[in-house]
């Protein structure tokens, strides 16, 4: 006992001294956190991916006069744990946090921005308030926001031929949002909502009795106004039942590449969904992915983790116009400068950042292949419809964000 | 260690055994006090003052749960409860009723002890797993209220909570400011914590600890003072919660979620069961591994079980509680 006692005191030093030796800020580096989820439920969508794609990100943009300097952490989805080390970081001469994941953990780290004039980009939250009623000088909203999935589900999807919906939503504000605001875009082009079905959140696991609800309404398309596991388990279940195969469509609002590469197309087949990105879109996005797959250890880039590539790209390219002195002066500046100059980078091609820190881009609507269609690894997506980037996000007078009515 | 504090000794050996020390802390423990007080006065110059002032609220959730478990004997498995809501109520006292943050707090300390009444009321009628089912089911049931109220925000929670000005004239939005505030409110509620468990009723608290029949059978209702101590938890835990919040600026989910009362579980184990500084350390040592392993990426949950199971192999007592035996005293 004594023995191993010892040996438990030895090793819990070791492990205490191990993060201390950490080198101090320099005048001429620009350092970079990428705050995510390294651990929980969100770390196969962005995560290791994501710090991955902002480190190839600063290789690409290569040596132009600045060190550049990628760290990060992991939040473990805990809005206080993420505000605490954004603090920390900005303290200690980090000049922007990237990515943040967890609505929660995103709308604190951008207040604490906000306090030490520093840029955030935010390529991870699914939160449409970040450039509405929460909105920051300091913050760039860089992908998906709730309002961008319920349009292309709910329009695209309409002129795609799906045009009579039934919701299943789960019983929480995240939910209602989603099923409120997608269900106005499907009357608005047309469609028509038979029904909808809320079921409690969290801690429902069985879907039977909801999914055979939404196939006696008869309606084509099923949305599923929900997220994570609840959406995988609502897949697997009608995957069970065959719904989809008799042809009724399942609309994901939430949903990434790598959760289909989880599913297996045998169980996701058939199932529509929004990103922004997808590896084998154009030319371009097939360069940026065979740049990056070294880096991903056997996974594929989905919108959230090159996000981060494009986010980096652009936000390195502002500091560059700059200078690092100015860069690191003022946060509000340095985004300023960052919606000024155009962006343009392989993974999303031209675009342009708003007043209200919105990045925009096009949102593709997809459907999943199935098997038999699918040609080699990840070969997973056929595009349905294209919302372009100027009608794909909220318009920038109703989002009631501080910064665009003064 | 059950022999030292039998009920035989209740009436005259225990109280008259402490009667020489100062507000009633031995040696050992006067030592470690003014070690506390100390390191209290000079943390916010060596550490970030933030992860010091989360670590001291976090602290003083595990002493009210410590309160409990250590010197009661109850086991809750729903504190997180009480902590989540009395740092909803105090963010929204400070947010949406513009109230000052000494308010704030009372307030969200109050709801704590409110809850604390109606689940204490509840769950006291049964023991041991029992009671911590009943405690874990009204846990629950709070957590799925924070989840729909409208008030709480969801999933987004109450963010952008203003420190507000102390009484009305003290601006807190200086880290600084906000450390002394947290550390007197910290140390307020550590010596009530101590002079409970010191006074007549915490030797009626122990004496149930030890032996429940045979303190009804000397006359005491014990459910009277279950409850009590019960609600006394639960009002410090709705303390350490408003205050954190205020802290922050932000009250969510995460701290009414029941992996929350997992924690504050596994830091009274690690820092020492029924020891009055035992929580303090425990807390120090979880989130301190939280705020410094961030950087290790995944590995921050495998190190939290390979420390975890460590302390339970090598420090059956916890990490004072081994201190104090290796000194032969009692902390």
């Known amino acids: 006992m004594s023995l191993s006692r010892r040996s438990a005191l030895l090793t819990g030093a070791a492990l205490g001294i191990a993060p201390l030796s950490r080198a101090g800020a320099q005048a001429n580096t620009i ?54 080390l954004a603090r920390q970081w900005y303290d200690q001469g980090v000049d922007m946090i990237l990515d943040v994941p967890t609505s929660s953990v995103g709308l604190a780290v951008a207040q604490v921005a906000k306090e030490k004039n520093k840029a955030y980009i935010n390529t991870g939250s ?22 961008m999935l319920a349009k292309s589900t709910g329009s695209a999807m309409v002129k795609a031929g799906g045009d009579s919906w039934f919701f299943l939503t789960a019983d929480y504000a995240f939910g209602h949002a989603l099923e409120r605001d997608t269900a106005a875009f499907v009357r608005a082009a ?103 797959l070294p880096h991903l250890s056997g996974a594929y880039p989905n919108m959230a983790s090159i996000a981060n590539y494009s986010a980096t790209l652009h936000f390195l390219k502002a500091v560059k116009d700059m200078g690092v002195a100015a860069a690191k002066a003022s946060g509000t500046e340095l985004v300023n400068r960052m919606k000024a100059i155009p962006c343009d980078d392989d993974a999303f091609g031209a675009g342009s950042i708003r007043a ?20 080699g690894p990840y070969d997973y997506y056929k595009l349905l419809g294209t919302t372009p980037a100027g009608e794909a996000f909220r318009p920038l007078n109703e989002g009631n964000c501080a910064l665009v009515r003064s | 260690m059950a022999s030292e504090t039998t009920l035989t000794a209740i009436p ?66 729903g504190h997180a409860a009480y902590f989540g809501m009395g740092g909803y109520v105090a963010g929204h006292a400070a947010k949406v009723m513009g ?24 769950a006291i009628r049964r023991q041991g797993i029992y009671f911590a089912m009943i405690t874990m089911a009204l846990a629950q049931m709070v957590y799925f209220f924070c989840v729909q109220a409208p008030f709480t925000g969801g999933e987004d929670g109450i963010q952008a909570i203003p420190r507000g000005k102390l009484f009305g004239v003290i601006p807190l939005d200086s880290d600084m400011a906000m450390y ?40 005491y209702r014990t459910d009277d003072y279950k409850l009590v101590a019960f609600i006394l938890s639960c009002g410090l835990a709705g303390v350490a919660g408003a205050t954190k919040t205020l802290v922050f600026g932000i009250a969510t989910l995460t701290d009414v979620h029941f992996s929350m009362s997992g924690e504050v579980v596994l830091m009274t184990l690690v820092g020492g069961l029924g020891t009055i500084f035992g929580p303090v350390i425990g807390a120090a040592v979880v989130i301190g591994m939280q705020n410094y392993l961030a950087e290790m990426g995944a590995w921050v949950t495998v190190i939290q079980g390979v420390i975890f199971v460590a302390c339970v192999l090598a420090f059956r007592r916890g990490i004072v509680g081994e201190i104090g035996n290796l000194f032969k005293v009692k902390l």
Not at chain 1, 127 to 145: I, N, P
Request: charged letters at 15%.
């Open chain 1, 31 to 84: 350092r970079i956190g990428v705050l995510n989820d390294m651990s929980g439920p969100y770390r196969d969508i962005s995560g290791p991916y994501g710090v991955a794609c902002a480190k190839q990100a600063v290789a690409e943009f290569g040596a132009q006069g600045f060190n550049v300097e990628v760290i990060n952490a992991d939040h473990q989805n805990k809005p206080d744990v993420g505000a605490g």
């Open chain 1, 190 to 292: 047309g469609g028509e909502v038979k029904g909808q079905v809320r079921y409690p959140f969290p801690s429902t696991t069985d879907f039977s009795s909801f999914l055979v609800q939404a196939q006696a309404s008869r309606a084509k398309v099923i949305g599923m106004a929900n997220a994570g596991a609840d959406t995988i388990n609502t897949i697997k279940q009608a995957a069970e039942f065959g719904i989809t195969r008799r042809g009724v469509k399942l609309a994901a609002l939430l949903m990434f590449l790598a959760d289909v590469h989880a599913l297996g197309l045998q169980t996701a087949q058939g199932l529509v969904l929004t990103e922004s990105f997808y590896w084998d879109l154009n030319d371009r996005t097939r360069a940026v992915t065979r740049r990056l």
């Open chain 2, 180 to 219: 002394w505030v947290v550390a007197v409110v910290f140390l307020c509620g550590f010596m009530a914590i101590h002079r409970v468990i010191h006074s007549p009723f915490g030797q009626v608290m122990k004496a149930i600890r030890e032996n429940e029949p045979r303190t009804t059978s000397l006359g």
């Open chain 1, 356 to 375: 209200d820190g919105r990045k925009l881009c096009p949102s593709y609507l997809f459907e999943v292949k199935s098997p038999a269609e699918s040609k």
């Open chain 1, 126 to 147: 699914a939160t449409s308030d970040l450039t509405g009623s929460a909105c920051q000088a300091t913050t760039v909203h860089w992908m998906y926001d709730t309002y």
């Open chain 2, 12 to 77: 005259t050996g225990v109280v008259g055994k402490q009667a020489p020390g100062i507000w009633g802390f031995n040696g050992g423990q006067m030592i470690a006090l003014l070690i506390m007080i100390a390191a209290l006065g000079a943390a916010p110059f060596f550490l970030y003052p933030v992860f010091v002032m989360k670590l001291l609220c976090f602290a003083l959730f595990a002493c009210a749960f410590n309160l409990l478990i250590g010197y009661v004997g109850l086991m809750s498995f």
């Open chain 2, 99 to 122: 109230l000052t943050p000494e308010i704030s707090i009372i307030a969200g300390g109050l709801i704590g002890a409110g809850l604390g009444l109606i689940g204490g009321w509840l």
